[in-house]
């Protein structure tokens, strides 16, 4: 139940508060904070602010209440459970839009959807192309959004698609088979599991420009508390800063508390991962800094979705986020030098 979920994440927050040296003060501005998957390294800016107290220095008391599996705490954004989301990908918006809900998309912290399909090193496989005649092992979620894209743009197949489970093992022994994963975590799993580096395709780099990791809240806290909101915004992307260029030990130490089976091999290759391919910090990040969106891009992603049919063209997408919280150069002092 949301109310049984709620505390559980109430419990780890205390956890990880404590963890960090560090106790909510009551003059603080109380907020909750919902990701879409259990703690991890593509969580960590938002981690980084809360163990080095980037988040009090702003004047807020961050609650973040962790995914999962069984967890769907984008549900609990419209009703007022919480104040800030963190979804996937753009198409959340557009799907908030379809569904008349209260909710606007209001930075993106990943530039780039972290999305690949990967083929085994000994397949042949070079091109992006090459992955037409495989069977894709896609899942539902993929099979609605990235995967229509694929056969609009690229003339990939639905004969060719079976379900994605999560579980990799029939990829890895497939060789004629790709599999879907993020870039910072599935080739990890592949090359401890299986033994060989898998071929990765970011599709990203292929057209698939949608943002990733944004934050959402309801319209009315933008309309009523702006401030807060620009504080919570402005928090989060020094705290992306400061994980990927600075030192994120205690942002690390607390995703290992909330979340036992992650281990330091997995983190340092995800953080090696999201620098390597510009996940958080490029584009349009280097110049307007992380958070970065921009009209072009969303214009671009929704003509997109709509001809692969995965939105209704004549849907106002431009209702799903404002640029009022980003572009405004916040924190890029701290980035290290490429």
């Keep these: 139940m949301p109310f049984i979920r709620l505390a559980r994440a109430a419990i780890v927050s205390a956890a990880l508060w404590l963890a960090a040296g560090l106790s909510p003060a009551a003059a603080l501005d109380k907020v909750?904070?919902?990701?879409?998957?259990?703690?991890?390294?593509?969580?960590?800016?938002?981690?980084?602010?809360?163990?080095?107290?980037?988040?009090?220095?702003?004047?807020?008391?961050?609650?973040?209440?962790?995914?999962?599996?069984?967890?769907?705490n984008r549900l609990l954004l419209p009703v007022g459970r919480l104040d800030f989301y963190m979804s996937a990908n753009t198409v959340q918006g557009y799907d908030a839009v379809e569904q008349d809900l209260p909710t606007i998309v209001v930075a993106a912290m990943f530039q780039k959807d972290p999305q690949v399909?990967?083929?085994?090193?000994?397949?042949?496989?070079?091109?992006?192309?090459?992955?037409?005649?495989?069977?894709?092992?896609?899942?539902?979620?993929?099979?609605?959004?990235y995967f229509q894209w694929l056969k609009t743009e690229y003339g990939f197949s639905d004969a060719r698609v079976k379900p994605y489970t999560s579980n990799p093992q029939p990829f890895i022994v497939d060789k004629r088979s790709a599999?879907?994963?993020?870039?910072?975590?599935?080739?990890?799993?592949?090359?401890?599991?299986?033994?060989?580096?898998?071929?990765i395709f970011l599709l990203a780099d292929y057209g698939f420009d949608s943002y990733s990791t944004l934050i959402e809240t309801r319209t009315d806290l933008v309309e009523k508390n702006?401030?807060?909101?620009?504080?919570?915004?402005?928090?989060?992307?020094?705290?992306?800063?400061?994980?990927?260029?600075?030192?994120?030990?205690?942002?690390?130490?607390?995703?290992?508390?909330?979340?036992?089976?992650?281990?330091?091999?997995?983190?340092?290759?995800?953080?090696?991962?999201?620098?390597?391919?510009?996940?958080?910090?490029?584009?349009?990040?280097?110049?307007?800094?992380?958070?970065?969106?921009?009209?072009?891009?969303?214009?671009?992603f929704f003509d997109k979705m709509a001809r692969a049919g995965v939105v209704k063209p004549t849907l106002d997408f431009r209702k799903s986020y404002t640029l009022q919280f980003v572009n405004k150069g916040v924190g890029k002092e701290l980035r290290r030098k490429k």
């Design 32 to 72: 909750s904070f919902g990701t879409n998957w259990v703690p991890q390294p593509e969580h960590g800016g938002f981690y980084q602010a809360l163990a080095d107290g980037t988040y009090r220095t702003f004047g807020l008391d961050v609650t973040i209440v962790p995914g999962g599996p069984n967890i769907n």
């Design 117 to 145: 399909l990967m083929a085994h090193p000994d397949a042949g496989v070079t091109r992006f192309e090459d992955l037409k005649p495989l069977t894709l092992f896609v899942s539902k979620e993929g099979i609605l959004t």
């Design 179 to 199: 599999m879907q994963g993020y870039v910072t975590s599935e080739p990890y799993s592949i090359e401890l599991r299986a033994g060989f580096k898998p071929v």
């Design 226 to 300: 702006p401030g807060l909101v620009q504080r919570f915004v402005d928090a989060s992307i020094i705290g992306w800063y400061n994980y990927l260029y600075g030192d994120n030990a205690k942002a690390n130490a607390l995703i290992k508390l909330a979340n036992p089976e992650m281990t330091d091999g997995q983190i340092a290759y995800s953080v090696a991962k999201m620098r390597e391919y510009g996940i958080v910090d490029s584009g349009d990040a280097d110049k307007l800094g992380i958070g970065a969106m921009t009209d072009a891009r969303m214009a671009s």
